[in-house]
């Protein structure tokens, strides 16, 4: 059942669920970074303090475990809409820029 003003996401299907263990090397307030070791590399990724669920940021030196998920999921439904929006924008853009006469080196 649907709570009034929330969208249900469309039904997913789990195809791959990876695990790396990782720790943190740095922390302030405006990033986290986590070095991670995959199957095939060493990976240093930085996140916000805002990423993190409920205000909870990882210390320096914490242990971690990051997980990926790759999902299926339906398409979503082309809105004819939408569509007319982004060409209304591209278009706006497109034209809004400067146009360069006369002869050309590069």
């Keep these: 059942m649907e709570a009034h003003g929330e969208k249900t996401e469309p039904e997913a299907e789990l195809l791959i ?10 922390v302030d ?4 970074v986590v070095v991670y070791e995959t199957d095939e590399d060493i990976v240093e990724h930085t996140y916000s303090p805002k990423q993190f669920i409920n205000g909870t940021v990882p210390k320096v030196d ?3 475990l990051v997980t990926v998920q790759v999902k299926t999921v339906p398409k979503k439904p082309v809105i004819e809409s939408d569509v007319q929006e ?8 497109l ?3 400067t146009k360069i006469t006369g002869p050309m080196e590069f």
């Design 95 to 97: 034209s809004s820029r």
């Design 62 to 64: 914490d242990y971690l």
């Design 17 to 26: 669920e990876e695990n790396y263990p990782g720790y943190v090397t740095h």
């Design 86 to 93: 982004a060409l209304r924008k591209m278009e706006t853009t």
């Design 29 to 32: 307030s405006d990033y986290v």
